[in-house]
């Protein structure tokens, strides 16, 4: 057998190994993320552990994300022609000042 056949052969071999592992994590994705649903208020204890205020963190970036988000789909077309601006209330401001506060002090305690 060739060098080039034995290539190829071996190729086919590892791209099966791929396809197949693909294939099941596919499979296996639903269970996995069904369980990370259920566990998630203990996921977030063990995370906030490590990383305090973390929490905060997450939910100020889906707050922030769904404001843009409804703005720019609210917005249609005339977002992507004229740019856009999202205002933002008080309790946003403020828990936006508190993660920059946060992530402040925790950069200067490693400092």
Do not use: H, R, W, Y
Request: hydrophobic share 55%; aromatic share 2%.
């Amino acid at each position: 057998m060739s060098i080039i056949n034995t290539v190829v052969s071996d190729f086919k071999k590892d791209a099966e190994a791929v396809k197949s592992f693909i294939l099941k994590a596919a499979a296996d994705a639903p269970a996995v993320v069904a369980t990370v649903a259920k566990d998630e208020a203990s996921i977030s204890k063990v995370v906030e552990a490590f990383l305090p205020q973390s929490t905060d963190v997450i939910n100020l970036a889906n707050t922030l994300l769904d404001l843009v988000a409804n703005a720019v789909e609210s917005a249609g077309e005339a977002a992507s022609a004229n740019g856009l601006s999202v205002s933002l209330d008080q309790a946003t401001v403020k828990s936006v000042q508190a993660v920059i506060t946060a992530a402040k002090t925790a950069a200067a305690t490693k400092a």
